[in-house]
């Protein structure tokens, strides 16, 4: 099942030399925040922690979770993940994928701005 999931969904910056319009899409659109120590006024703040459970654990597989929602693959840099750097209050910060949230790369490549999760 994992392996299905990972066919529509994905939680990760693409390449941007294979696919530039999807990494625009994504750098653009789906990424959270970010939030918490990076900025403490996020919207998605609440008693010191992120609503969302921003930043997710970056995970090499994508696993079903207890809850019944999977964790998506999201590698580190380390792994082979991808990051970009962004202006976060007038600060350079670099974003990698424990930042982003879940998306369709076929609906994404038509520009739309869609969260996706399978339980």
Not at 23 to 43: E, R
Not at 102 to 109: H, Q, T
Request: proline content about 8%; aromatic content about 6%; hydrophobic content about 35%.
């Amino acid at each position: 099942m994992p392996d299905q999931i990972d066919q529509i969904i994905s939680a990760e910056i693409p390449d941007k030399h294979i696919d530039p319009n999807l990494f625009d899409v994504v750098t653009k659109n789906m990424i959270h925040g970010p939030c918490g120590a990076f900025n403490n006024n996020s919207p998605s703040m609440s008693d010191g922690k992120c609503t969302k459970r921003y930043p997710i654990k970056l995970v090499s597989d994508t696993i079903t979770g207890n809850d019944g929602y999977p964790l998506y693959r999201r590698l580190s840099v380390e792994d082979g993940g991808k990051s970009v750097v962004l202006k976060v209050r007038n600060i350079d910060i670099e974003v990698e994928n424990r930042w982003i949230v879940p998306y369709s790369p076929l609906l994404s490549k038509h520009t739309l701005m869609l969260s996706i999760a399978i339980q």
